[in-house]
C-alpha cells in the first residue's frame, strides 16, 4: 500500500514568490496535517484538515493557507515567501480528525527560498 | 507551556549499549506521549508510545519510562544497533502534537 505521498520533493524560490505543496495520504485516511521542519528542530504544526474542514491551526502567520480537497488530498500554500521559510514541509495523515495517535508522515518537500 | 524539552542534542553509543533519551513537559493537559524515529530524507516514523497512567512500556528493545509526577518521560534503547542510528523526537498530545527539539543518535560498531 502507498504511504503518505508529497509533492515536489524539492523546490527552490526566491523571497516574495508563492509556492503551493501536495499531499496524498494514505488510502482511507481522512485527516491531513502539515508540519514545518526547520533544519536542526523538530516539527512544528500547521494546520489540520478533517473532512475539508480546518480543525487546527499552529502559530504561523497568514501568509500560510492550506485546503483539503474532497479526495482528501491536500495543498498548503506559502506567499511571500522569506528565507526563513526554507524549511521540511511534512504532511501526514491519520484515519480521522481525531486519530493523532498514529500520524503516518510523508517524506516532506524540501523548500529553499533564495 | 506548549514546549518539550528534550536532551541530550546529540548521542554517541557503542553498538550494544544503552541509548537514554530525555524529554520534559509543563503541560499537564498533555495525554499522550510519542517518540517518532526519522531517518535522513524520510519523515518521522512512530516508534513506541505511552499513556500518562503508565510508567513503563516496552517494545522488544525500546523502553518508554514515564514519571508523571515530575512531567518527564524517557525512551531507552537497549542492546542499541548501528541500524538505531537515525533522529529521535520526542511528543506530546492535546489538540496537536508538539514535537521536542530532537537526539541525535549515532550507534558505532
Known amino acids: 500500500d502507498a504511504g503518505v505521498t508529497q509533492s515536489p520533493t524539492h523546490l527552490i524560490k526566491t523571497r516574495g514568490q508563492q509556492v503551493t505543496l501536495r499531499c496524498s495520504p494514505i488510502?482511507?485516511?481522512?485527516?491531513v496535517s502539515w508540519y514545518q521542519q526547520v533544519l536542526g528542530q523538530g516539527p512544528q504544526f500547521i494546520f489540520q484538515?478533517?473532512?475539508?474542514?480546518e480543525r487546527g491551526r499552529g502559530n504561523f502567520p497568514d501568509r500560510f493557507s492550506a485546503r483539503q480537497f474532497p479526495n482528501y488530498s491536500s495543498e498548503l500554500n506559502v506567499n511571500a515567501l522569506l528565507l526563513g521559510d526554507s524549511a521540511l514541509y511534512l504532511c501526514?495523515?491519520?484515519?480521522w480528525g481525531g486519530g493523532l495517535e498514529k500520524l503516518f508522515f510523508g517524506s516532506g518537500t524540501q523548500l529553499s527560498v533564495l | 507551556q506548549q514546549q518539550v524539552k528534550q536532551s541530550p542534542q546529540s548521542l554517541i553509543v557503542q553498538k550494544g549499549g544503552i541509548s537514554i533519551i530525555n524529554c520534559a513537559y509543563e503541560?499537564?493537559?498533555?495525554?499522550?506521549f510519542p517518540w517518532y524515529q526519522q531517518f535522513p530524507g524520510k519523515g518521522p516514523a512512530l516508534l513506541i508510545a505511552?499513556?500518562?497512567?503508565?510508567s513503563e512500556k516496552k517494545e522488544g528493545r525500546f523502553t518508554i519510562s514515564f514519571n508523571k509526577s515530575a512531567k518527564q518521560f524517557s525512551l531507552h534503547i537497549m542492546d542499541s544497533q548501528p541500524g538505531d542510528s537515525a533522529t529521535y523526537f520526542c511528543?506530546?498530545?492535546?489538540?496537536?502534537?508538539?514535537f521536542g527539539t530532537g537526539t541525535r543518535l549515532q550507534v558505532f560498531p
Open positions: 501526514a495523515s491519520s484515519l
Open positions: 488510502s482511507g485516511h481522512k485527516s
Open positions: 484538515y478533517y473532512e475539508k474542514e
Open positions: 503541560n499537564t493537559a498533555f495525554d499522550y
Open positions: 505511552i499513556r500518562p497512567d503508565v
Open positions: 511528543a506530546a498530545l492535546t489538540d496537536k502534537l508538539i
